[in-house]
């Protein structure tokens, strides 16, 4: 129904059409061909159409976008320690020429709730030739509609117990959209539960040379329940508003046993560790777009809230008539953010103008409570004032951004913006401070010919801090515990990448990218007067690398329907420690990375099949009086199978881990602090199975 909406001007899937980037923003479906040899003047975009995913059978706009060769949705989850207020726009996706705007969602949760039947066209378009400021690279524009008849999107997603966890039934999503007239609107409820669980040898090495080992056994279950819901009204004069709320029901448990295995006639040790956190995550958030005067004005509006409980406790039992032992902690959160923000965007000069402005209200309000598990089996209460007290931020962000074509084929953008913040923080340790900081961004996007993208990118970020680090913690797990710094400040960053893309057209699509980031005030453990540890800032971090992204499709080899994705990443990265003064690898950037997938929709059938395997490689994290590895499955094969017409719907069963791969820590933990002479306190080897991982996807529309 939809490509007959497009006429006559359709031209054939997946191929590029030379209509203007803008037109195809505004939702221009008359596009004209050109001359192949104009293609690369115009930077046009690649237009993929339902067509071109039918061999798939997609469910939704989101399978659709999965397989656009050499593409990766970028964007996914946020939240309120990865995201400084909404800023500019971000990730790789819009929808209907439009970013889209969430905290507690995903791009990924938008799109899924999108029916396939609803998609018109995706394309495939350089993000700085779009007059939305901060997004460079390929972007997927996604343009559907919305239908008067209700359409009711799901997918069940269970999953076989493994070797030591319990199964997993009621993970799925149900959506269902619709519209009334100029209403579109959209109902979702999705459950997230989590099932975990492994075991294996523990061994644990002491100072003075003696040693135990231990059977560790841990068991995770969690079962969130999201609900949420939009509504999008546009005018016959083109005024667009839009409703945003979501509800997060959160319920974790985790539990952890360690049975020390001693010799004959030694009573075993028994350590348990239990953990339950409970919670509730609530966003509202709307935005209306109109014309006023030479340009649009923008604005949007977003409330988020969370509260969460989080109670464990770690008991020793010596199994000799001895009392026990151990600690309790508990932490009450709440978490708080409020936006507001302006864009007004116009042309002038034959250029892209666009001002906005920013208002944030942070805030986090915390009690900790440290006890001690008595004789007769009572926690009590021990003084732990430092755990309890609230931060506040207040931020203000300004920025004018400017972009226009230099020569044919080659577009600029550049952003210039500054913000100004107060954080102050109440409690044991009360402090207020401001801060003024600049940032911004420069982009260049060149078509250097009809089949190769070229763009770079410099910028300037601040990031967002954790407030929790602000007061202090403890982790009974890992038996260590967060002194409180209320003189964090944000990190701020230099960044620069080149991406190039070649469009191989039958064969597939390659991506290269390079990048190099320059962090100041980067936050790392620091050494407390007191012989503690707490997050704090040092002067710098620098973290570089190069990413490889493509599709290799395999219908010129004669194998229909078959391809093959492969990622692969390689990073460097420093700061100097501020325990040892040596260099040290940021724990984050990964070393390496490399993951090759295949599959094969056999053609005129409705089977497909196909696998993957995956290796990344990890960098140690370092506290002040303790270094460690701590992974799980660093390796991953796996293979699937599905048929996507099961009584009309799609399955699919995929096994993973097939190489038995375990979750891995390795760990030292020192008297005193590393590379100070200290002895060493003990040594951990943990090897942990996880087992052979069982998953079934069901998924359909109606």
């Known amino acids: 129904m939809a490509l007959a909406m497009l006429g006559a001007a359709v031209p054939a899937a997946g191929q590029q059409t030379p209509a203007n980037p803008g037109d195809l923003l505004a939702g221009a479906d008359t596009a004209q061909p050109a001359p192949a040899s104009e293609l690369a003047l115009a930077g ?123 199964h997993r039934w009621l993970e799925g999503i149900v959506s269902v959209s619709g519209s009334s007239g100029n209403l579109d609107y959209t109902v979702a409820v999705e459950g997230r539960p989590f099932r975990n669980g492994n075991g294996g040898l523990n061994l644990i090495t002491y100072g003075d040379g003696s040693f135990e080992e231990r059977f560790s056994l841990t068991r995770s279950a969690g079962d969130d329940k999201r609900l949420s819901g939009s509504l999008r009204y546009e005018t016959n004069g083109g005024t667009v508003a839009s409703i945003n709320a979501a509800y997060l029901h959160r319920r974790f448990h985790s539990f952890e046993d360690e049975t020390v295995i001693g010799p004959a006639g030694v009573p075993p040790l028994s350590e348990v560790f239990n953990q339950r956190n409970r919670g509730h995550d609530f966003e509202l958030g709307g935005d209306i777009d109109f014309a006023l005067g030479p340009g649009r ?64 209200f942070n ?79 420069f982009n260049l996007a060149w078509a250097a010919a009809p089949n190769t993208r070229v763009s770079f990118r410099i910028d300037r970020r601040v990031g967002q801090l954790n407030f929790g680090d602000f007061l202090a913690s403890v982790n009974l797990n890992d038996n260590n515990q967060n002194a409180g710094n209320n003189r964090l400040r944000p990190d701020q960053s230099w960044g620069a990448e080149l991406e190039v893309t070649r469009d191989l057209g039958a064969w597939g699509s390659l991506t290269a990218r390079s990048f190099i980031r320059r962090f100041e005030d980067f936050v790392t453990f620091l050494p407390t007067a007191t012989g503690g540890e707490a997050r704090g800032n040092i002067d710098w971090a620098r973290v570089m690398g190069v990413e490889l992204n493509g599709t290799l499709q395999l219908d010129p080899l004669g194998i229909a329907g078959g391809r093959i994705d492969l990622n692969a990443s390689r990073r460097d990265s420093r700061y100097i420690d501020p325990v ?61 199978v599905e048929h996507k017409d099961v009584f009309g719907l799609t399955v699919q069963g995929r096994v993973s881990n097939l190489l038995e791969k375990e979750s891995v820590l390795d760990r030292s933990v020192f008297t005193g602090p590393r590379g100070s002479g200290a002895p060493l306190l003990f040594s951990e080897f943990r090897v942990r199975e996880v087992g052979r991982v069982v998953n079934f996807t069901v998924k359909g529309s109606f």
């Open 44 to 166: 046009a975009p690649r237009v993929y159409y339902p067509a071109d995913f039918a061999s798939v059978s997609p469910r939704s706009a989101l399978d659709m976008v999965n397989q656009i060769p050499g593409f990766s949705v970028e964007g996914g989850g946020r939240n309120f320690n990865q995201a400084r207020g909404l800023g500019q726009a971000s990730g790789n996706v819009l929808l209907n020429g439009q970013r889209i705007v969430t905290k507690a969602g995903s791009v990924t949760d938008e799109l899924a709730r999108i029916a396939a039947e609803n998609v018109i066209r995706i394309e495939l378009v350089e993000g700085s030739t779009l007059n939305i400021p901060g997004l460079s690279g390929r972007v997927a524009n996604v343009i559907a509609e919305s239908t008067e008849d209700l359409s009711v999107q799901f997918e069940w997603r269970p999953q076989l117990a493994a070797e030591y966890s319990d």
């Open 297 to 360: 004005l923008k604005l949007i509006a977003l409330d988020s809230r969370a509260t969460q409980t989080n109670r464990s406790q770690s008991v020793n039992d010596p199994a000799t008539g001895a009392d026990p032992t151990g600690f309790g902690f508990e932490l009450d959160t709440q978490r708080g953010e409020r936006i507001g923000r302006g864009e007004y965007s116009w042309a002038m000069w034959d250029a892209d103008w666009q001002f906005s402005f920013e208002a944030a």
């Open 363 to 441: 805030r986090l309000d915390q009690a900790g409570q440290l006890s001690l598990l008595d004789a007769a089996g009572n926690f009590v209460p021990l003084p732990f004032p430092s755990g309890t007290g609230g931060v506040r931020e207040e931020r203000y962000d300004a920025a004018i951004s400017y972009g226009r074509p230099l020569a044919p084929g080659l577009t600029m953008q550049l952003i210039l913006a500054g913000e100004y913040s107060a954080i102050s923080q109440s409690g044991n340790n009360a402090l207020s401070r401001t801060f003024q900081r600049p940032k911004g961004s």
């Open 580 to 640: 040892t003064g040596d260099y040290l690898p940021v724990q984050f950037a990964q070393p390496y990375g490399f993951e090759v997938n295949y599959r094969h929709d056999v053609a005129g059938s409705n089977w497909a099949y196909g696998g993957g395997y995956r290796k990344s490689g990890r960098n140690p994290y370092y506290r002040v009086s303790e270094v460690g590895l701590d992974y799980n499955i660093g390796q991953n094969l796996q293979v699937f």
